[in-house]
């Protein structure tokens, strides 16, 4: 793998005239426009990147942005990548990789996700503190280079609790509704039956998806601080479950991106 990342790393370092990004940022389903935000620098395709997995969902970019954010240099994936496209947990999270030999010391990650919680409402934010991970493989399965992590990774605060605190302080400077909670990973692409609502509530989720935790293991692998956030786009309230659609939960999130988009904005600032 050592190989494959740094002929990657090179190829980026030659099209961005060696930009040295500090904090990399991971944007999930409908949030993209925290690119608007940026002073783009430089921006490649997945699909022109050697080794990089290409998004297969049409509503994803699928783009690389180098720039700057609040004065910070910043990398960000405009599109990520998700198990249930076929990719092997090892290609999703090896964007992560590559942003960590590019040099980032923090890793910023959202997603679009589904509330378990009854207090917290469609349009809600969440601040992810825990998750539970029940998708079919870790990133990590495999031999383990000692050189970019240990074997057995501790895992006790995957979510850097000094971000959280001050995330939720901005949250409520601006008088944005922020929740904190645990966020359970699973394989989808189908949503939850009325019956799985019911259970992820049970063993202690607050919210549930299908991405996030392979990046956030990895991360922690290298020894990256992690900060997570979800939009709350739909609710899995078994009582009460409506149907919804894909058109609706993007809607929904782009309504609640730029409230989002404040948070880590100046965040970001912060660091």
């Known amino acids: 793998m050592f190989q494959v990342i740094h002929e990657t790393v090179e190829y980026l370092k030659r099209k961005t005239n060696d930009f040295q990004p500090e904090i990399g940022i991971v944007l999930g389903t409908g949030l993209g426009g925290l690119v608007g935000e940026i002073e783009i620098a430089h921006q490649l395709m997945y699909s022109n990147i050697p080794n990089f997995p290409i998004s297969t969902l049409e509503f994803h970019s699928g783009k690389l942005i180098f720039g700057t954010l609040n004065g910070k240099k910043v990398v960000a994936m405009q599109g990520r990548l998700h198990y249930y496209e076929g990719y092997n947990m090892q290609q999703i999270t090896f964007p992560i990789r590559v942003m960590k030999a590019l040099g980032i010391a923090h890793l910023f990650v959202s997603n679009a996700a589904g509330s378990l919680n009854p207090d917290f ?68 692409p189908n949503l939850e039956t009325k019956a799985e609502y019911k259970y992820l509530r049970i063993i202690g989720g607050d919210a549930v998806g299908m991405s996030t935790v392979p990046e956030v293991i990895v991360a922690k692998h290298m020894s990256i601080p992690v900060f997570a ?43």
Do not use: W
């Open 121 to 188: 409402k469609k349009g809600d934010l969440m601040i992810i503190n825990d998750h539970i991970n029940l998708q079919p493989e870790s990133p990590l399965r495999g031999r383990n280079d000692a050189d970019m992590g240990p074997r057995f990774p501790d895992m006790s605060q995957p979510y850097q609790r000094s971000l959280i605190k001050t995330a939720l302080e901005i949250a409520k400077d601006n008088d944005i509704v922020c929740h904190q909670g645990v966020y359970v990973a699973v394989t989808g």
């Open 229 to 271: 956030i979800s939009v709350l786009t739909d609710e899995g309230f078994p009582e009460e479950l409506q149907a919804v659609s894909l058109e609706e939960i993007i809607e929904t999130a782009r309504i609640a991106e730029p409230r989002m988009t404040k948070i880590l904005s100046q965040l970001i600032s912060t660091l």
